[in-house]
């Protein structure tokens, strides 16, 4: 599959009926790699041709072609979490670049593991992209420091969220009664015309909206913590397979 441009930021050209507005200063692009339907992103901040891989994992090898082909340089790396089908490009880009990885304080708490000087961060940190920001997000619920990462209008996920579907709770470090609090906060906080782009393939469609996910998400219809938890620990994944698709609100 080629690079998918999925940034609203893209739509540069404004229709007769739209009021022009600046460009956006980034342009987000998926790559879907791996045996596991990863999404892998890059971030291209237009004004200083910096750029940042999120999740780098699989064939880096076309990662670092899609940064070649932008004329952008990869200045940073950002991980939503540290399971091996995010982290294990990390490596590779690093010894392609000089890349700087960013993960949260309690993400690298969590792996254990040694990587030469990362910036660890917390919930409502600012990682500037040139003249893009990126604010860090702490999701805790798939591990104890899953982040999302938003941009403008637009929500990188990881395992956090996935369109119609939510990460697992049930591998070490997981814990569902936080994930019901973080996609309470989420679905809450966030503007419903945020889009979503989370760490897998496991839709038809590669995106969605907030507004479409509180509407067919099941893991947004709960109200209640215990409903939740039992659905997400027991029952899930013996009613439903990938891919998955919407679900009425009952
Ligand atoms: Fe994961």
Known sequence: MGPRPVATGNREVPTMSEPRQPPSPYRIE???????ENFVYL????????AAVVDPAWEVDRVLALARDRG???TDILLTHSHHDHINGV???LNASDAQVHLLKPEAQFWGR????????????VIPLGETEIQVLHTPGHTPGSACYQ??????????????????CDLAGGDP?????????????????????????YAEQETSTLAEQQTGNPFLHFHDRAA???????????????????????
């Open 91 to 93: 490596e590779a880009v």
């Open 177 to 201: 009664e936080q994930m019901y609090d973080t996609l309470r906060h989420l679905a809450q906080d966030l503007p419903a015309e945020t889009v979503i782009h989370p760490g897998h393939h």
């Open 151 to 168: 941009l403008g209008q637009e929500l990188i996920t990881g395992d956090t969220l996935f369109v119609f579907g939510c990460g697992r």
């Open 228 to 250: 939740f938890v039992r659905y997400r620990m027991h029952e899930h994944d013996r009613l439903r397979h990938t891919p998955y698709r919407p679900v009425p609100a009952p």
């Open 30 to 36: 998926a790559l879907e790699l791996g045996p596991m």
């Open 72 to 74: 952008v340089r990869i």
């Open 114 to 125: 040694y990587l030469d000087l990362p910036t660890l961060h917390h919930g409502g940190d």
């Open 43 to 50: 971030i291209s901040d237009r004004a200083s041709g910096r």
